[in-house]
């Protein structure tokens, strides 16, 4: 009798590649599927093994996977899961488990998941996050689904996954859709951090006139510190790269353009949807589309250009980090309230302590940091937000001073920071007790009657202005 796999995977591009490599050195015998012949000789050729193997025939590979099949796509997310979902499902068996690996948006997971359980096929959405690197060497894992369909997997994820302290970057999120939707804020999450970065970066370039190797030198020593995370890291090493095609670095060269493909954005909708201020991811988003308006950008600069007229003095190096720091931690909390609000929406019922736990390695928004959320949810489970937790107080009131006089040194000298001075006003709106919304609420009821509160007593009030 042929060998039969314990795993397959559809999708051999670097990442699915990746992956499955991955799986058969932890000892679980693999098969991967393709319809590119270049990309099933590539995994061969890589995979040099009898517990690897990759074909462009999707009836030899159900074939040859032991049952129930446990099969993860990674492939794009939209039409091509749904596409490759309805070329296996006629070959497929009861019981039969199919796992989502790509970054699907929740609710098409929530369709694909009752449409598969009607056909007795389990069904996962896992998020799986640290790039092609990752999927190599250990990535974090965010599965959700059913918890008994969950233990079908467990055991190769459990392996694959990244360690810390050898503990698995992978646990089970919870129900229907909950580990796409904890992928999806880990993304706005990123957005914001890679922005922030971007700002500071900015102050020290075309503000303090730092050039690149001091550039390099000071996100390493950041790295050393608090801010100890994979996006300041690489932030580092991307200072180093010269250009192969022009004298200099490539850094330099690479156009002020970002690209997207939707994460984030869907973090930014279904926080309106929750009715949940992430200002911080939202300002991210924005600044992705305004990087994209290139050519009016440029005309705009040579309409406007005044010189800056407020008297400052410049921030240090520390006072830089200092603020990045603080616009971090602003980041995962405006990430940690929604999941905390959409597990209450959607009954996926969260644990947010172990979600900031599997966040601490292999994943792009890993940082040190996420050591103190995840203290700061093992002291208090049911925290209101995170930036209530004394842990995260302490660490505020630390950085809060330079914040300010950073903020102040880029409106003076016009070096646009959207998503970092907008960390500072949410966090100020956040701790303030009175807010000028009072005069909305009047207006609305001059202009529509549409009541307001008071503060003296309860009750829903009306005037007649007039
Ligand atoms: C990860 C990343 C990854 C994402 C890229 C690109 O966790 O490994 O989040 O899943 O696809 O970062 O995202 P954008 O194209 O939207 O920037």
């Known amino acids: ?34 319809t590119d012949a270049q990309k099933v000789a590539d995994l061969k050729k890589e995979g040099n093994s009898d517990d690897i193997e990759g074909t462009l025939d999707k009836v030899e590979f159900i074939k040859k996977l032991a049952r129930p099949r446990k099969i993860m796509l990674l492939v794009p997310a939209g039409g091509p899961v749904d596409h ?20 699907s948006h929740f609710e098409d997971t929530n369709r694909r998941f009752t449409s598969l359980k009607s056909k007795d096929i389990h069904f996962m959405g896992a998020g799986v996050s640290g790039g092609s690197e990752g999927a190599r060497k250990g990535p ?15 055991p190769v994820f459990e ?20 580990g796409n939707y904890v992928k999806m804020i880990h993304n706005g999450i990123e957005y914001a951090l890679m922005q922030l970065i971007g700002e500071s970066y900015h102050i020290m370039k075309r503000g303090l006139q ?7 030198q000071t996100y390493y020593d950041w790295n050393q510190g608090d801010l100890q995370s994979f996006l ?14 022009v004298p200099g670095d490539l850094v330099d060269q690479i156009l002020d353009k970002a ?18 201020a992430i200002p911080t991811i939202d300002a991210a988003v924005s600044m992705r589309q305004i990087s994209g308006m290139k050519d009016i950008r440029m005309t705009a600069s040579e309409k406007y250009t005044e010189a800056s007229h407020l008297p400052t003095s410049d921030p240090s190096i520390d ?15 405006q990430g940690m309230d929604q999941l905390s609000r959409a597990s209450e929406e959607y009954q996926y019922g969260l644990n947010l302590e172990c979600i900031a736990k599997i966040w601490r390695g292999g994943c792009i928004i890993r940082a040190r940091f996420l050591e103190d959320i995840r203290l700061a949810y093992q002291n208090d489970p049911s925290l209101d937000s995170l930036l209530l937790s004394p842990v995260i107080v302490q660490k505020i009131n630390a950085v809060i001073g330079a914040t300010r006089k950073v903020v102040q040194y880029t409106v003076a000298k016009g070096i646009p920071t959207l998503a970092l001075s907008n960390a500072l006003n949410y966090f100020d709106a956040f701790k303030s007790a009175h807010l000028p919304l009072n005069l909305i609420q009047a207006q609305r009821d001059l202009f529509g009657s549409h009541t307001y509160e008071r503060q003296d007593r309860p009750g829903v009030f009306h005037s007649d202005w007039n």
């Open 159 to 178: 392996a694959v996954a990244a360690k810390v302290n050898n503990e698995p970057c992978v646990d089970f999120m919870g129900q229907g859709s909950a």
């Open 1 to 34: 009798m042929a060998q039969l796999f314990d795993f397959g995977l559809v999708g051999l591009g670097v990442m699915g590649r990746n992956f499955l490599l991955n799986v058969a050195d932890h000892h679980f015998s693999s098969i991967g599927l393709d």
């Open 84 to 103: 490759v979902i309805a070329d296996l499902l006629p070959l497929l068996d009861s019981g039969d488990l199919i796992i989502d690996g790509g970054n």
């Open 210 to 216: 730092l050039d690149n190797p001091s550039l390099k």
């Open 140 to 154: 974090s894992i965010m599965p959700g689904g059913d918890r008994t369909a969950y233990q079908l997997i467990k």
């Open 259 to 276: 690209k997207q493909k939707g994460t984030g954005k869907w973090t930014s909708q279904n926080a309106m949807d929750l009715g949940i």
């Open 232 to 245: 300041v890291e690489i932030t580092s090493q991307i200072f180093d790269k010269k250009d192969d095609v």
């Open 319 to 333: 006072e830089v980090r200092d603020a990045l720091y603080f616009a971090f931690i602003i980041s995962y909390a």
